[in-house]
């Protein structure tokens, strides 16, 4: 089984719907991230979260919000999805260990019409 | 804030030949490296990572990166290509002191001429 588990893998919805993507990990970190990939972008950083009472916007959260459920399990939601929002987004973990590098998962391809 | 850049955004290369992926980041403070690669239809998985010590750091497949401190660079190189090398590689940077997140160059896309 995968480390980190994204679902689902695509999804296709209607500008101004609400979607949930949801990530779980079994390496037992505490660090948790999303990220957004789109062409000649690279990732850039929607949310992180240290541990399930400690939330921080990254770089681009406008029109995103996330939940942390517990330590394994970290949700990104699009509350009025936007047609700017179709791209592929990354869940990541990470160990406090300063020179941890992150872990992740397969992605998610989301494109809303 | 720190930020990472990479300036070719695509590098073809004939098979067998040898190939260099640039980097050059910006920090105010010291920090760590990294190459992650990421194939087709998959995440990224890491490549190679400089942490302190012996400048030129080796990785999977081949790889190696040299971390240059006063070039503010952290360059990828392969001696010799192959196929499967065909990927997106991405740069990345972590601060030393608080590492709360990785920040992401814009990424190179290495296509393999046969």
């Known amino acids: 089984d995968a480390d980190v588990t994204q679902t689902p893998r695509n999804r296709i919805t209607k500008t101004g719907k609400r979607i949930m993507l949801e990530c779980s990990q079994t390496?037992?970190?505490?660090?948790m991230y999303w990220y957004r990939q789109d062409p000649g972008l690279g990732l850039r950083l929607i949310y992180y979260?240290?541990?399930?009472?400690?939330?921080n916007k990254g770089e681009i959260s406008d029109g995103y919000s996330v939940s942390r459920q517990a330590q394994a399990k970290f949700s990104l939601s699009l509350e009025s999805a936007i047609p700017n929002q179709t791209a592929l987004y990354f869940c990541?973990?990470?160990?406090?260990?300063?020179?941890?590098?992150?872990?992740f998962g397969q992605g998610t391809r989301l494109t809303v019409v | 804030a720190q930020s990472v850049t990479q300036l070719d955004s695509q590098v073809p290369v004939f098979e067998e030949a040898p190939v260099e992926l640039r980097c050059n980041y910006s920090?105010?403070?010291?920090?760590?490296l990294f190459w992650y690669v990421q194939y087709p239809n998959q995440g990224l998985q890491l490549l190679l990572k400089?942490?302190?010590?012996?400048?030129l750091v080796k990785g999977i497949n081949g790889f190696e990166a040299e971390f240059n401190k006063s070039q503010t660079s952290f360059h990828l190189r392969k001696p010799s290509v192959h196929i499967s090398d065909t990927a997106e590689y991405f740069c990345?940077?972590?601060?030393?002191?608080?590492?709360?997140?990785?920040?992401f160059g814009s990424g190179t896309r290495l296509s393999i001429r046969p």
């Open positions: 920090s105010s403070v010291s920090v760590y």
């Open positions: 990345a940077v972590s601060e030393y002191s608080s590492a709360s997140k990785i920040i």
């Open positions: 390496k037992g970190h505490d660090r």
């Open positions: 400089y942490l302190s010590g012996s400048t």
């Open positions: 990541a973990t990470r160990s406090e260990t300063r020179e941890a590098e992150a872990f």
């Open positions: 979260s240290f541990d399930v009472k400690d939330i």
